[in-house]
């Protein structure tokens, strides 16, 4: 991989502020994307989760902002809120070098007076998903006829989703003079349509290695029906893991399976689409910081997910079709880790587990390699803080009050997120009631803020 140095187009400050974000190498869709768009071509490019691909078309694109108007020039689609977050707050670390540029993030789950109020002030950037992009359209409140850049992220996704006529619809009011880029992990045959007729003359490329045998290794394990706990929970004990993301495939299955495990001592929790955005904030920071590290999920977790180093993925129940299972499984040996997915098939799956994974190879539990009483527990605790980027706190105040009032060790501290109204600050378990105990007594930035744990 060559160094981002070796892209001649890119200012010293770019290059700066990726080395400070660790963005000392480039990834192999980053290395074909950026000067195919920096050329202002259209670009089609198959690269699965994990690949870097954010970045690839982020860095195009900041850097083509003009930050003196004040309407948007780039509309970036994504198929959920959580990608839509994710690709947000990835964006506005890569803008740092440059002043002032706005990102709006236009999602459901959230009420929209506040993202008609932020439009109204002025975005460069808009990071949305369809439904809610229609929305605003239909009400007029979002302004496209600037817009010189479309990005759609993970398009095999949104057509799975259902949302080919309001994609189409939300294009038809886009200038036809622009530069577009079309992401996608597959290239089903609606893909190839939809490229046929949103791209001029596009770039095309594949990077083919995200998901090698080399980072990942596939695994299936045949269970009767009533065996299913017993063998997810003996596959937990032979990989030994610190996170485990568990797919089912209904919303009742993954809340008795969270219900079930949590029962049985392991830090699990549930993640479907019936829970509302704060409980999935909350449900998915939990297990990225390390307090639940077993999450129960429906496949709205496998797409913006933004977790590093999750060491076992585990198909509790078989996804219905190829690109879930490559969707679900790229939560796992990301940017060039390893990890291991393991499926749980039933014996008349066996022809459906070839059709969806055709490189697993089938094993069976071997006891010798289970521990005993094993669990997965959190290590930390995760404070809630009822305040946040409103009341103008930063996570250098967290630290702060915790370190030098407190006098609690920053080693055990891990991670600080700080949202509009609300702060989380994950603690090693041992402090935490000291934490909590020093927050309720002190004052962040001359302020009482009420504070308890999650």
């Not at 930390?380 to 006098?407: Q, S, V, W, Y």
């Amino acid at each position: 991989m060559s160094c981002f140095k070796t892209i001649k187009q890119l200012p010293q400050k770019l290059i700066d502020n990726l080395d400070s974000l660790d963005y000392t190498q480039m990834t192999k869709v980053q290395e074909q994307a950026i000067p195919v768009l920096l050329q202002g071509k259209d670009l089609i490019a198959q690269a699965k989760t994990g690949s870097g691909k954010t970045a690839a078309f982020g860095i195009p694109v900041i850097m083509g902002i003009d930050i003196y108007s004040k309407d948007p020039q780039v509309l970036i689609m994504t198929p959920t809120r959580e990608l839509a977050e994710q690709v947000s707050k990835e964006l506005r670390k890569l803008a740092r070098y440059k002043d002032n540029i706005k990102i709006v993030t236009l999602a459901g789950g959230t009420p929209m007076r506040p993202q008609i109020n932020s439009l109204e002030q002025g975005a460069h950037i808009i990071v949305g998903t369809p439904g809610r992009l229609q929305d605003h359209l239909s009400r007029e409140t979002i302004p496209l006829y600037d817009i010189s850049t479309l990005v759609l992220d993970e398009g095999d996704r949104m057509l799975d989703m259902g949302f080919f006529d309001a994609i189409s619809k939300i294009i038809s009011n886009l200038p036809p003079k622009r530069q577009t880029m079309l992401f996608s992990a597959t290239f089903p045959d609606k893909i190839e349509q939809l490229s046929r007729e949103i791209l001029k003359t596009p770039e095309r490329i594949i990077i083919e290695d995200s998901h090698s045998k080399q980072t990942i290794r596939q695994v299936a394990y045949r269970a009767e029906t009533h065996e299913k706990q017993k063998i997810l929970l003996q596959i937990i004990s032979t990989y030994k893991p610190r996170s485990v993301l568990i797919f089912c495939n209904t919303k009742i299955v993954v809340d008795e399976l969270a219900n079930w495990l949590y029962s049985n001592n392991y830090d699990a929790q549930a993640l479907h689409g019936d829970l509302n955005q704060r409980e999935r904030n909350e449900a998915l920071l939990m297990f990225a910081n390390g307090t639940m590290p077993v999450l129960v999920a429906t496949d709205v977790a496998s797409r913006g997910l933004d977790v590093k180093d999750i060491d076992l993925i585990v198909n509790y129940d078989l996804p219905h079709d190829p690109e879930a299972y490559i969707h679900r499984i790229g939560r796992t040996g990301r940017a060039g880790t390893k990890g291991v997915a393991a499926s749980i098939y039933l014996p008349n799956q066996k022809f459906e587990l070839e059709e969806v994974a055709p490189e697993v190879s089938l094993e069976q539990i071997s006891y010798s390699n289970t521990k005993r009483g094993f669990t997965v527990s959190g290590k930390m605790k995760t404070l809630c803080i009822d305040g946040g980027k409103k009341d103008k706190l930063r996570a250098g105040d967290m630290l702060g009050t915790l370190c030098k009032e407190i006098g609690i060790d920053g080693r055990v501290i891990g991670k600080i997120e700080i949202f509009d109204r609300k702060s989380y600050v994950a603690v090693d378990s041992s402090v935490s009631a000291k934490a909590l105990d020093g927050i309720q007594r002190s004052r962040i930035k001359n302020k009482k803020f009420r504070v308890w744990i999650l």
